[in-house]
């Protein structure tokens, strides 16, 4: 089964304001088993436009991703996050397909 992972680019506002929704987003994350592969950190843009903040949240399906983003205990968290920040949040299905073959012409 793939697994689900939120991406999330943010421009933090204020970053006193925003310290308490990073101080308080552990437990909900850990409720559905979320898992941080990237919290920040140096980035570089290539194409497109880019934010401050990268953040990339793995579970351990598309739907308790979903279901993490639209509980209460999230939608909470949105609320203490929004006036601090603005950013762009995809939901997305990982995949787990056959990978591109090494082989010249495979």
């Not at 437990?27 to 934010?51: D, M, Q």
């Not at 953040?55 to 909470?76: G, H, L, M």
Request: aromatic content about 12%; some cysteine.
């Amino acid at each position: 089964m793939a697994k689900g992972y939120w991406i999330a680019r943010i421009d933090v506002h204020n970053p006193e304001g925003y310290k308490e929704y990073v101080a308080q987003n552990g437990p909900v994350f850990a409720k559905y088993g979320g898992k941080f592969l990237v919290r920040g950190g140096r980035h570089v843009s290539k194409e497109g436009s880019a934010r401050t903040r990268n953040v990339v949240i793995e579970f351990k399906d598309y739907d308790t991703a979903i279901a993490c983003y639209n509980s209460p205990e999230y939608v909470r968290l949105v609320a203490l996050r929004k006036p601090h920040s603005e950013g762009d949040l995809v939901i997305i299905e990982g995949y787990d397909g056959p990978q591109p073959s090494l082989e010249p012409g495979g």
